[in-house]
């Protein structure tokens, strides 16, 4: 696939909403229990009065108001009660001077009356009522047409409905609107190697991202989907996937990754005798974009790695973003001739925030997943450096705590405990340690062991020269080897013995657990490279268990707990201090005080030494 | 109906929130394609890898990291190609030294390749390739469990689901999620005066605005609904349908609005084996509001007139409001001893937002309609004066510009021509004029003719000491009686000779209509005591052209085009000037400018003068 042209953001926005005008002035009536959010596509103007009737505004007694003007407290008027009119009633009922009738709120006001005086002026015996209060013409009646008068233009065209307009709309008795009609996107995902997650998964293939992203994301936008299902790299397939969805407005595309899906795409829509309008926009991620046109009708082929499938249907179909500013405190090199939509996480501080970008690659959902917002990267703009940048963000950011480190359950508990929203990424030790001095994080979980002074943690904060920051004393955690049962383990000499037969899963990199096995390798002189399966690496404890757990490695190190936890064989190696790194200017923030306060009062299932809570280093 | 101790709010919010806590742990499973904005009721780990397999990154080849090692731009290294891998295809290929795989984008790595070369570094000639350049080992690999590893925590139970989250749970496999469960609401209307809006309105009857208000609000917060109909004001059918909507978790009673509609309510709840929680709260509006419990499910009995109904609901089930800063400039006096929910306009100043009280009371739906949030007043407070108020927003409100004055089929049309959001509100000339003066207009359309002097609207600014805005020019309305062919009318002598005869429908005092027709009484002698509906006030011409053509009067003043819209005959009585008077603050705003550029331009039903556009008057 060759793009021959790069079409420009601006231009492919053009041709979607030169489209869009068209689709959106269709219409349709609606049920008034449904109305609500839609758009009007008609005038509305009343047919009647609101109050359709004069009605009492008051419970109390419907009046000739100049026979109460020598009422007061102390000299009560006493007139004849010649009958009672409640909400909905209709009876022929008049008033001469000297008389009235008792009347409910919402009641009809009787011929003759001119005013209602308030129960609580009145004092009730038999037919007989004392007036305490003199009320002047028109008090306490809610007059024919006072609220909307027929005739009356009561909504404009192009209103989007609220709760309130709903209610106007009933009070005038429209129980149907005429409203536009909504945008029905249909959804086709592509390629041999997806699979819908209701399957069990196959070797070779994945399961299918985009289609649900983009229905939940059009879901979210007051739009209706439909999904047509997964076409293979077929021709003849995708063809008949296409010509069922063409009875929706726009048909997207999405799903396989390679550049023959393109190609095919193409081939699909020429075939079907449409046109193609665009291949290729000057966009990262979303470059392969292809937009064709059968019957009047858009096609959309979007990328197929979920990051650049969702960025491009938001970009084109999205809701205008809420913006804020941050700053950027890194460096990253955009892409030439492109309009880059980088991901970022922002991170709150005292004077505002600072965003930094997600490196994962748009291969990866977590990196949509795991970001708060993108920033739009210029396509003449090379550089970004240490500058404030716009962050448009993803639906109703709320920043809460930003936990990157070492992964353990013990901070869940904490979490759950403290009631905090907080954003938790497992990166390991060493990499929460980088991501506090980067300002990216606001407290890092870390248990690191130097091996020379055999003490935990502080020694690489002065090593990695951590500034503005606090060591939080944690927890200590047992570590050990995990295995399965039939392999009989009991002491760790018997695992040495063995050690060049057995199947291994290591943690990534920076994480202390690695550093522990390091250790523990040198110290018995085990080449890491002969170790078999040294150079996989989970990201957490359970991911280890379950590697375990399902035969996909034998052994492993982790945590008691979760060994204990997937019912594996548990040796003890090392007692480890689990502490926590805090930003110094973060230190005094509400959510991280409640926090520590979680910390010392949770119930872990690990030991919590005395000064647990406290503050033990200070860079 | 005596309230024997009125509840505070935090008492009734309490209540209500020990109730719901309950219900909302209550769990159900959905579908993957219906779980966006669900929360979650379960951690979520996931039990595959993400990718599942070692797969290409790019589309190229695969090869030994080590056989590209000498490759450079100019000293291509060649390699024999000994098959090709799409995505989701599975061959048992495997490469030894100088092999290599054509591989796409998504597809498996085959055995014995550690890197992918992209095609852009590669000349293909049959079965042999020219690579141009040395790759790494893993290069180009997304490798297995590097997004997603089997074992980790994904989601943290309690999250709500955005579609970046429905993507990492489609990622992992799982097409179905426990969620809690949507609290469902069910809707009972009371009163024996009220009316489905699906029937046509009869005698003493009003339109339900309740049912409708309620589920539109309830839907907008995400929760279910159902409702039962109108019920009467009879305990054996208010009971009948308790019964039946026992099966949502909240009872929603609402509608009449007569004292006794409480004691039924207590009544029916108590027959049915419940209990009264709450009988009238320390609130305005919604004194009244009445709460029970039947077999652990909480019946609410809210007050009938909309504004205080939809209030109540708002305070106890809605959500979180917007808050915005705004100038009190007015006073009121508000309710001792009950927190008052004060419905407000906002204007937008250079400087920030004025916040106008709404009077109408709470019997008016348009009071509710109109408002753009209200201002939490403490019980304590008894004025509110020439001070900052917090202001609680409806949904996202967009100020646009606030036109407040006479009613104008040429203003709807300047809005359409320039694309303008804004709010119109009719309250004649007179009540535009004031508004501007108070600054609660933007714009006013006045149309006021000084009897002297025979100048329209100038005189006007003078005598009401008009500061700190512009008048500027609009257009000539043809001003004249509208009324319908029978009566055969051809001069305006015909008119004065059978006016003691004609049903006369007027306008609102304050509009300038009415001082015309004042003005053409009193040169012509005439009482206005002695015309027939000199007192029925209309608001619009539309309405009193609706109120002619319905029979409910003979005859009106309004202008011209009006009057043919509705197919009456017309008389015309005078020219007179529709003017706009614009605040001095607002007349460099975008929007305001937008509104004179379109009057300019317009095409109107009307003459434009010269200098229509132009300034007239400065104060």
Redesign the interface.
Known sequence: MRYLTLHSIEEVKSIINEHLKKLKNEVEEVD??S???RVLAE?I?S??D????D?A?M?GYAVKAEDTYEADEDNPVELKVIGSL?????KNLEINNGECVEI?????IPKGANAVVM?EYTERDNDRVKIYKAVPPMENI?FT??????????L?KNTK???????????????KVKVYKKLKFGIIST????I???K??E???????????????I??LNYDFE?FGIAK?DKEDLKEKIKKALKCDIILLSG?????VGDLTETAIKELGGEILVHGIKIKPGKPTIIGKIDNKLIVGLP?Y?TSC?TIFDVFFGDEKNVIKAEFPQRHISAKGRTEYLPVILVKHKNGFSAYPIT??S????S??E?DGYVIIDENKEILENETVEVHL??DVKVGLNIIGS?CIGV?IILKEAKLLAK?I?VGSLGGLLAIKRGEADIAGIHLLDEKTNIYNIPFLERYKIRDAVLVRGYIREQGFMFRKELGFNTIEEIVKNIYNLEFINRNKGSGTRILFDKFLKEHKINPKEIKGYNIE???H??????IA?K?ADIGLGIKTVAEQYGLEFIPLANEHYDFLIRKDRFNDEDVKKFIDALKKAKLPFKKPDNCGKIIWEG
């Open positions: 008034l229990f109305a609500v959010g005038d103007f047919n009647i609101v109050p359709p009737y009605r505004k419970d409640k909400a909905g009633e209709i409910a709120t919402g009641a009809i129960v809610q047409g006072s609220d909307i008068m027929a005739g009356e233009l009561v404009r409905l609220t709760p309130r307009d709903i209610g106007v709309l009933s009070a005038i008795g429209r129980s390629g041999n190697e997806i819908s997650p209701e069990p998964l070797f070779g293939k994945i399961y299918d991202i985009n289609s649900y992203t983009l229905a939940s994301y879901k979210n999904f790299d396989g990754t390679s550049a023959g197929g979920p969702l994962k690659g291969g990866a959902i977590t949509l997943a970001a993803f639906g992964h869940d938790t497992n989970a990201k957490t359970s991911a280890v268990a379950t590697a399902m996909k």
